[in-house]
């Protein structure tokens, strides 16, 4: 936190540092003590504070042995810093049998430098409006990124029959006839390109929509070489505008 | 804390830069398949029986390799060409190949129109739609409407 004293000087309490304000270059250190004792007297500067508790804040509950001497030391040193930036030597004041108190004819406020401290600014809010609309933006990026581009298609043809000891799947689906026809179609197909069935081997079926519906259309089968679930090589048969009369 | 939440934004657009690319990279395909095809025009015209490689690289480029014989018109010619072609996916198994560029080999006597009328079109004006899945450890590749072949990869 940061203190403006008479309108004039600036007191960080963080570390201690006094300087005069506009010119940052020249400042003075507090020692750690000392700079306790002006943080509690000006914390405390409504109302006297009696020298026990003085002792009790800046010594005793840091660890340290205190004494009215030492109290006395440090006013005197906090006076003459005080003094060196201008202030009244009696910046601090005794008030016998009562306390100590900073004056309360010099002004102290809250000096808002402190960048945790700074009131939020529009520019501030909008700050975090920005980083809100950026990661919505990147999430909505990432996601269309992932689903836009994901892998490829994985068939899964139905079985549809045996041509001899070969199982036969159909590519298409929703073929306007029964599975037998298909297979029978199939057959001669196969049967046109001298291809043959041997154990081992799976059969895809492929007829495109103009086949079924005029007769006459494209007319695909691969007759592949399958162990353990796995193609080994495949002869496919491709026939454009192929008729089962042809 | 400003400086704390802009390093954050440039933290993330960085992120989902380099996610956005990463993802984008393995849209493509990366394949190396071959096969034997053999592919009859229509009214058997032209009957190509070939050995089929296909390769797919990550970076959109990719190489079909055709070797075997062409019959036209009842006679048989040698043929060995090589397409270079770019490709770019349009959706999950549909992927758009343009920049067709076709090499032949000295023992290639298949006139490249023949290719061109019958099978897909080559030459930087070609554009073909192919699609490509999976089944099982292998590709079905073909055209829009009818696969081409399957080709299993090892």
């Known amino acids: 936190m940061e203190y403006l004293i008479d309108k004039a000087v600036v ?11 506009g010119n940052e270059s020249e400042t003075v250190t507090l ?3 000392a700079n306790r004792l002006l943080n509690v007297i000006i914390e405390g500067r409504e109302k006297p504070m009696r020298r026990q508790e003085l002792l009790t804040k800046v010594w005793d509950e840091h660890g340290l042995v205190s004494s009215g001497n030492s109290l006395n030391q440090y006013l005197c040193q906090l006076r003459k810093v005080l003094a060196a930036f201008g202030l009244s030597e009696h910046a601090i004041e005794t008030i016998p049998k009562v306390g100590i108190i900073f004056s309360q004819d010099i002004s102290v406020s809250v000096h808002y430098t402190d960048k945790n401290n700074v009131p939020e600014n529009h520019w501030f809010k909008y700050r975090y409006l920005l980083f809100i609309v950026i990661m919505i933006i990147n999430i909505g990026l990432v996601y269309f990124a992932m689903t836009a581009h994901q892998g490829v298609r994985v068939r899964n043809p139905d079985h549809i029959g045996f041509i ?8 298409n689906k929703n073929f306007p006839m029964t599975n037998e026809t298909l297979v029978e179609l199939a057959s001669t197909f196969m049967t046109q390109n001298a291809a043959q069935c041997k154990k081992g081997k799976v059969i895809y079926f492929h007829g495109d929509n103009k086949l079924f519906a005029d007769g006459m259309g494209n007319a695909f089968l691969s007759l592949c070489v399958m162990k353990n679930d796995r193609l080994l090589r495949c002869a496919n048969y491709l026939t454009m505008d192929w008729s089962v009369d042809s | 804390m400003i400086y704390r939440i802009s390093a954050l934004v440039v933290l ?8 956005y690319a990463f993802s984008v990279y393995h849209s493509q395909i990366d394949l190396v398949c071959n096969t034997w095809g053999h592919f009859s025009s229509i009214r058997g015209e032209t009957t190509l029986k070939n050995n089929v490689y296909l390769r797919l690289f990550p970076n959109g480029e990719g190489v079909i390799g055709l070797e075997g014989s062409t ?21 999950k198994d549909t992927f758009e190949f343009t ?13 490249d129109e023949i290719l061109e009328r019958y099978f897909f079109p080559v030459g930087s004006r070609g554009v073909q739609i192919f699609t490509l899945s999976k089944i099982a450890n292998g590709w079905i590749v073909g055209g829009r409407f009818t696969p081409a072949f399957v080709c299993a990869t090892h």
């Open chain 1, 11 to 21: 007191y960080r309490t963080d570390d201690g540092v006094l300087w005069t304000m």
């Open chain 1, 31 to 33: 020692s750690p003590t």
């Open chain 1, 164 to 171: 001899d000891e070969c199982p036969v799947y159909a590519l």
């Open chain 2, 12 to 19: 993330q657009l960085l992120v989902s830069a380099i996610v």
């Open chain 2, 71 to 91: 019959v036209i018109q009842g006679q048989s010619v040698p043929m060995r060409k090589e397409i270079s072609v770019k490709y770019r996916r349009i959706d």
């Open chain 2, 99 to 111: 920049q067709f560029e076709m090499a032949s080999a000295e023992k290639d006597k298949v006139p």
